[in-house]
């Protein structure tokens, strides 16, 4: 089945008419990691924003199917429950609530909407450990409020750490790459490709080809004032860094 | 001309009148106005079988404290304490209105001197039980010898409608630590009026905290005076109100010699119709150089209708100081509660969890790590009982 059909796309700003998407669709199987590249003000931060149900944006024709369902309708901690990931381009600091217990709480939400046991806090710490680890996430940031003075890369693998133990079945990452230098990206990276599988999907939007070194995708599309102008394999990142946006968004215009 | 006026016990017996809003400090808190009932005082009451126990029981603090005093409707309670106690009546040289009432009406209260390190928290608790609306005073001197250390938690509980007024004078010797943290979870119906006067010596560390959950109406002042160098004191409190609580709390820090430190936090959450009020004052005196006093007040409001005012006041005779003062308020931030939803924490407990995260921060000046747990734990329980609305 079809991890996720974006039909026809359009979507606006609640408070503004001017649209964002206009006329999306793309289909993303398990198994299939899509990049999504495009200039600043294409709408990839947008469509970041409306598969994970933040408020603020009005779709106006189109449709989201998740797994057969319509994503659309769903709250977003309903979607999360049923396994969307959105790694935000700008981790959200959170004052006060402990990372690890922020952590605890979403993991055991989650399983309790899917009707599954919570998990046991030595269970929950050993996982956790285990996953800290591969991602050089320290056992003090763990102990930290979440992302409360954590520099841009471990604001980053902070955010690859919560993928890594909720265990999404659709990752959406948005701009990832964004601040980190090239060992941080190599970190990040390695915790992403860790959990590609057979039955995992994951959009990976990016400005900059360079990420799409390390997260190899299956396929490419080129986005352009809000819709998808372009697809193809990898190769065309590298046709993109080379030529620029300009060559590929003119039509769209 | 207020109703009230006519029929407050505490102005027949003392000619004089209540605080009103025409008195800068009680702009916000007529008590003219809003105090309802006569509350007519030293009303012998016998509490009903098993209600002592009930209300007792219901101190946070059951697994924390050793030593225990108990105040049945303002007088001592020996069986249900676990300390001796004798009352002698103190000289008071306080004259704000909550403090005439007190002295006027005053049937008993904790005299403590504390000598030695004693680990152990102390409890004092004040019971009102449920019976005819009056006024129930009691008044408490503690006293900590120089280098000794103490924590005393302050429970106020009870049931129906009663105005309750509680006075504490304190004195922290030289080099000596006290820790107070005062709980007020007065019955829905009930008035809550205190005054607590704090005077700490030479290089003395002070830590005071303030739940205010219960009453109807609340009227908190707190003067903490430094009278020895190098001294520290933090001060500070959490609100917890819905319905149409109205809490107001006023604090005035005086340093009147160099070289203290002094911090009041206030984190305040307002829900429904509350009213919420901060008045902190820093003076410092001519001579007290490198005085260190900040204060900040910060507010959470749950509900349109909720309010919160804020009034820091800085009154500063020495040219070597860093005194600030910084007041916030508004509601949950809608990017946080997004992100946590966002990681599938359904929408009341993501606030229920940034709410305990505010609050929480006034509980991180208390020491003692037991009454920090006990506080986190009615926090939350406040928060799952009065937040039914998503």
């Known amino acids: ?253 | 001309m207020s109703t009230a006026l006519a029929k407050t016990a505490a102005e027949e017996a003392l000619g004089f009148q209540l605080p009103h809003r025409r008195m800068e400090d009680w702009r916000w808190t007529d008590l003219r106005q809003m105090i309802d009932k006569p509350y007519p005082p030293r009303q012998k009451v016998q509490a009903k079988a098993g209600e002592v126990e009930r209300l007792v029981g219901a101190s946070i603090f059951a697994s924390v404290a050793a030593t225990r005093m108990v105040f049945v409707n303002g007088e001592y309670d020996a069986a249900h304490s676990r300390l001796a106690n004798a009352w002698v009546e103190s000289k008071s040289e306080l004259s704000d209105p909550i403090n005439l009432m007190n002295v006027a009406f005053a049937t008993d209260g904790a005299r403590l001197r504390i000598e030695g390190n004693v680990d152990t928290p102390i409890e004092l608790i004040f019971v009102s039980t449920d019976a005819a609306p009056r006024t129930v005073a009691t008044r408490n001197v503690i006293e900590v010898a120089d280098d000794a250390s103490a924590t005393i938690v302050e429970t106020h509980l009870g049931e129906g409608s009663y105005l309750a007024n509680s006075v504490t004078e304190i004195r922290v010797g030289n080099n000596a630590r006290l820790d107070r943290v005062k709980v007020e979870l007065e019955s829905h119906d009930a008035v809550h009026l205190a005054h607590c006067h704090v005077i700490v010596g030479h290089s003395v560390t002070f830590r005071d905290f303030t739940l205010t959950t219960g009453a109807k109406l609340n009227r908190q002042d707190g003067t903490f005076r430094f009278i020895g160098e190098f001294a520290d004191a933090k001060v500070s409190g959490a609100y917890l109100l819905a319905g149409k609580q109205h809490a107001d709390t006023r604090l005035v820090v005086d340093h009147e010699v160099a070289n203290c430190a002094s911090r009041e936090l206030f984190k305040c959450v307002m829900d429904d119709h509350a009213r919420g009020i901060f008045q902190g004052k820093v003076i410092v005196r001519p001579g007290a150089q490198k005085t260190d006093g900040k204060q900040s007040s910060h507010a959470l409001l749950l509900s349109e209708t909720a309010e919160f005012d804020a009034k820091p006041e800085l009154e500063i005779y020495a040219d070597d100081v860093a005194c600030g003062h910084g007041a916030t308020s508004g509601d949950l931030n809608h990017d946080h509660v997004f992100y946590l939803k966002s990681r599938g924490i359904p929408e009341a407990e993501a606030k229920a969890l940034l709410i305990a995260a505010f609050v929480g921060e006034a509980f991180d000046m208390i020491h003692h790590d037991g009454i920090k747990a006990a506080l986190e734990e009615f926090a939350a329980r406040w928060l799952t009982e009065h937040r039914r609305k998503g």
């Open chain 1, 1 to 253: 089945m079809t991890l996720l059909n974006i039909d026809n796309l359009h979507v606006k700003l609640e408070d503004e008419d001017r649209e964002i998407i206009r006329g999306l669709s793309l289909k993303v199987n398990p198994g299939e990691v899509h990049a999504i590249m495009g200039p600043n003000g294409s709408g990839k931060s947008t469509l970041s924003y409306v598969l994970s149900g933040r408020e603020g944006y009005e779709v106006t024709e189109g449709s989201v199917t998740y797994k057969g369902e319509d994503l659309l309708e769903m709250p977003p901690e309903e979607r999360a429950a049923k396994g969307v990931f959105l790694a935000f381009q700008y981790p959200i600091e959170i004052p006060g609530v402990a990372t690890m217990q922020f952590l605890k709480v979403a993991l055991n939400s989650q399983r309790k909407a899917r009707g599954e046991k919570e998990l046991s806090t030595p269970d929950f710490m050993r996982l956790v450990k285990d996953r800290a680890a591969k991602l050089n996430v320290s056992q003090d940031m763990l102990k930290r409020p979440v992302n409360v003075g954590f520099s841009g890369g471990e604001k980053k693998r902070a955010e690859i750490l919560q993928m890594a133990v909720l265990e999404p079945s659709l990752c959406i990452l948005d701009e990832t790459d964004s601040g980190l230098d090239i060992d941080a990206l190599r970190v990040v990276a390695e915790g992403v490709n860790a959990l590609r599988s057979p039955d995992r999907g994951m959009i990976v939007i990016t400005h900059y080809q360079r990420l799409l070194d390390y997260i190899v995708p299956d396929f490419v599309h080129v986005l352009s004032k809000g819709r998808i102008v372009k697809s193809g394999d990898k190769s065309l990142a590298l046709e993109l860094e080379e030529k620029g946006y300009a060559e590929f968004t003119q039509d769209a215009a």
